[in-house]
Nanobody
Framework: QVQLVESGGGLVQAGDSLRLSCAASGRSSSTVAMGWFRQAPGKEREFVAGISRYGSTTRYADSAKGRFTISRDNAKNTVYLQMNSMKPEDTAVYYC?????????????????WGQGTQVTVSS
């Protein structure tokens, strides 16, 4: 069984940066893709960024391109999401997810294990 624990959320102002971390325990996550999703109040959970098992490939939602960077440290079983130039519309609960395969997917159906989420609030 895999446990994912997100950290690093908080309250920031527009234009600020924030770095989220996702620490995995239990089964190794180095053989599968990892992803970050977010869910704003009243909205569906949406894909933000994904990274392949060795970190050679990344994928971003249009809203995250150029501002967010996903990375991973397999030795530490940890995935990161660096968020720069943040906007009020980035406000959401951010979730880390462990993929079912080594390739990146934007679909929630392709992720089995989820963290509890960390709140990110961006004030204008």
């Amino acid at each position: 069984q895999v446990q994912l624990v997100e950290s690093g959320g908080g309250l920031v102002q527009a234009g600020d940066s924030l770095r989220l971390s996702c620490a995995a325990s239990g089964r190794s996550s180095s053989t599968v893709a990892m992803g970050w999703f977010r869910q704003a109040p009243g909205k569906e959970r949406e894909f933000v960024a994904g990274i392949s098992r060795y970190g050679s490939t990344t994928r971003y939602a249009d809203s995250a391109k150029g501002r967010f960077t996903i990375s991973r440290d397999n030795a530490k079983n940890t995935v990161y999401l660096q968020m720069n130039s943040m906007k009020p519309e980035d406000t959401a609960v951010y979730y880390c997810a462990r993929g079912l395969t080594y390739s990146i997917s934007t679909s929630m159906d392709d992720y089995r294990d989820w963290g509890q989420g960390t709140q990110v609030t961006v004030s204008s």
